[in-house]
């Protein structure tokens, strides 16, 4: 992690995103003056499961992998993560703590807003609340969504819905960062079994694969496949 200062020529004088244009002035500042400006190289730490949170991430740009983990280095893939979105919204409130680790998976620009700074700000401004609410609301439906899946679906079914989840970053060539170990974290399943399914649906004219490359060939297919 680097911080990033005025004199940085990535460094973004202002918080753009249109949620952050719903602040008063008092509260942007009170934003501005709580904030730390950093770049993640791809591979590096945001958040940690377990370690205490004192602060927010929001993500000027960049993309990011949550998982939650085990003391035995297994783990399972929740979602990948972009520009405009917070981390760490979990432990706002309740939560002292990350419920999960998130890692970058290219080099991700944020900012660091202090957890106390964010909370007065939520508790004045119901327009920005709600913006907030919503975002959470649709992790925590997505986090359902995974749970289902790698609970009650066949093992086809499983990756299917991995990379279909996965396609949705296809522009930024999502495939040519993770390696077959991640994306049998997205789907709940061993490295051995995604390697070898991954290949059934390649001959099954499903998908072409390239090295790590993965392309999408047969769309339909693999909704049906996701389905069973």
Known sequence: MKSITETNSSY?????????QILKPDEVELIRSSKTQVIFHKGEILTKQGAFSSYILYIIKGLVKKHVEDQSERYLNISIHSENEFIGLSSLFQQKQYLYTTVAITETQAFLIETSSLQAV??????FSYEIILQYCKENKHTFEVLQTVTFKQMYAKLASALLYLSQWNKDNIFNYLNRREIAAFAGLSVETTVKLLKEFEQDGIIKLNEKNITIVNNYKLIEYSNL
């Open 122 to 127: 939520l508790k004045q401004n119901p327009l």
């Open 12 to 20: 973004i004088c202002e918080i753009q995103s249109p949620i952050f």
